[in-house]
């Protein structure tokens, strides 16, 4: 869309002198008068970490994946095995017990390593 101007020198019976000016002329103008703000940089936001006091931290426990003394992994997970089966032989094989009977399993095999009473 074009602009009419109107020129300051007007002659007496004629018409007043146009200038055309585009819409892309005026903001060529417009940023050229104005300079362009910079943004200022953000500064990062830095993680605040709490301090732990070190009586509340607890160290993860091992009891389970501990070896007994004398007796290598490998024979410990056999004793269990065997274990389980006979408990689960005990209750008739019904299903979905197993994870409760490898656990009574597990500790009724260290109660015996720790007693000394299976070896390897």
Do not use: H
């Not at 101007?5 to 002198?17: D, I, M, V």
């Not at 819409?23 to 940089?41: L, R, S």
Request: proline content about 9%.
């Amino acid at each position: 869309m074009a602009t009419t101007k109107s020129s300051a020198k007007t002659s007496p019976g004629k018409r007043p002198a146009t200038v055309a000016v585009s819409a892309t002329a005026k903001a060529k103008a417009a940023t050229k008068a104005a300079p362009p703000v910079k943004p200022e940089p953000v500064a990062k936001a830095k993680a605040v970490r709490k301090p732990v006091a070190k009586a509340a931290v607890a160290k993860p426990t091992r009891s389970r994946a501990k070896k007994p003394a004398g007796v290598p992994l490998e024979q410990r997970r056999n004793y269990i095995e065997m274990a389980a089966y006979y408990i689960a032989e005990r209750r008739g094989f019904a299903p979905g017990n197993l994870l409760e009977d490898w656990v009574q399993a597990e500790a009724e095999i260290d109660r015996l390593l720790a007693e000394g009473l299976l070896g390897g």
